[in-house]
Structures are given as C-alpha cells and as structure tokens.
C-alpha cells in the first residue's frame, strides 16, 4: 500500500489550497479515505473522511470550509481547502485502512501565513 500526497504549500490567510492523495496497492473505490493533520506540539487529528460511498464526514473547525472528494478512476482522493486560517497550519497526512492496519502517506505541510 502507497499513499502519495502533494499540493500543500504556504497559503495566505483566507486563500486556498488543495491537496491530492494516490493511493495504490489496494481496491481504492472499496476503501474509506481520511485526511489527518498534526501541527507541531499536537497530535495528529482526524480532518476529515470519505467512504466508499462518498458520505464525508468533517471535524468541527473545517466544516463549511473544507471539502474532502473522491477520483475512483485515478484512485486519488483530494482535500480542497478554502477560507484558510493560520491555525490550518500543520502537516496533512492521508490515511486508509487495510488488512486491519491503517496506512499512512509521508504527509505534505500546508502553512498559511501573511
């Protein structure tokens, strides 16, 4: 199992970002498919997540801002951030379970300064 991230980058506050995650070495449209973040001196929090059947789920502070979507045909799943805010800023990791065990990508820093 691979899960590659990329788009992150340094944003303005209330700009955009969007970040994409490939996934390979499982049957990605059967697998739910989360985003997490941990900025420095925090743990890592769960942000948001999509299933199988494109129900998403989002933690409290991204709501309305966030979106979290899913490509079964290029096995990618992407976190389009909007409206961002320096408290956004962390290391943004993609995650999945398989075989019992989660996996993660090697996450790609989002930092949202002036």
């Known amino acids: 199992v691979q899960l590659v991230e990329s788009g992150g980058g340094l944003a303005l506050p209330g700009g955009s970002l969007r970040l994409s995650c490939a996934a390979s070495g499982i049957n990605f449209r059967l697998n739910a498919m989360s985003w997490y973040r941990q900025a420095p001196g925090n743990e890592r929090e769960l942000v948001a997540t999509i299933t199988s059947n494109h129900n998403t789920s989002y933690t409290d502070p991204v709501k309305g801002r966030f979106t979290i979507s899913r490509d079964n045909v290029r096995r990618t799943v992407y976190l389009q951030m909007n409206s961002l805010k320096p408290e956004d800023t962390a290391a943004y990791y993609c995650?999945?379970?398989?075989?019992?065990?989660?996996?993660w990508g090697q996450g790609t820093q989002v930092t949202v300064s002036s």
């Open positions: 995650q999945t379970l398989f075989g019992g065990r989660p996996y």
